[in-house]
């Protein structure tokens, strides 16, 4: 870590002591549910780290942020509400306070997602389509290891308890319009956490599945 700032270290640190306890926590009997509701603050403190990494931010990329955390949070309010876009779902208490059936945090689940699987793909030699499309990929995989572990963690719920194939063809074509447009946008910007946070999103949805779903 000595290229690093200092800042940047003290946020490595911190990051690596609260996962390693919160992972540990979920997977005590005794504090699962107690950590469990902690979800929210983690959802925020994670991309507040991963942002902290990013180096040379321009406008352009800040309005993508703000366009990703908006469009995902909207599509779920309107996905909740219709059943149209996603399949018949609903949210429970995991993710924290809900507005207009959806809790804002979900906004921050999109951001989180689309940023580190478009910065996964970003120096791949292939058109802009290419790449949005391997990013949306990625996130679609994530998600299928997610889900199982966010029903179990009353995140959300299926009607049925059956998960809709409708639900990752959506995800698939909303990422993908979210990532060409970040393909599209003419940046040097670069993110050396970003990977090493995918990596370990897998990791511990990996984890919780095996355990819990």
């Keep these: 870590m000595s290229h690093l700032k200092r800042y940047q270290k003290v946020a490595v640190v911190l990051f690596l002591i609260i996962e390693l306890v919160g992972f540990g ?5 005794e504090w699962h549910e107690r950590f ?10 994670i991309l507040l780290v991963l942002l902290l ?12 942020m703000v366009l ?7 599509v779920e309010v309107l996905g909740v ?4 876009i996603f399949g018949e779902y609903s949210y429970g208490e995991g993710l924290g306070p809900k507005i207009l059936g959806v809790p804002p945090t979900m906004g921050i689940n999109w951001l989180l997602l689309c940023y580190t699987a478009v910065r ?5 030699g292939a058109h802009k389509a290419i790449k949005a499309l391997l990013a949306s990929l990625l996130m679609v995989g994530l998600d299928f290891v997610m889900e199982p572990v966010a029903i179990a963690f009353d995140f959300w719920s299926w009607e049925g308890g059956v998960i809709p194939l409708q639900n990752y063809l959506a995800w698939l074509v909303i990422a993908f319009g979210l990532n060409f447009i970040w393909f599209s946008l003419k940046t040097n910007s670069v993110n050396n956490f970003s990977m090493w946070l995918f990596t370990y999103l897998i990791v511990f949805f990996t984890t919780m599945n095996v355990v819990f779903a």
């Design 53 to 64: 990494f990013h180096k040379g931010r321009s406008r352009a990329e800040v309005l993508w």
């Design 36 to 45: 469990v509701s902690l979800t929210p603050v983690n959802l925020v403190f």
């Design 68 to 74: 990703v955390f908006s469009v995902g949070y909207l």
């Design 25 to 29: 926590g979920i997977l005590s009997p």
């Design 120 to 124: 996964l793909v970003n120096d791949i």
């Design 81 to 84: 509400a219709t059943g149209m």
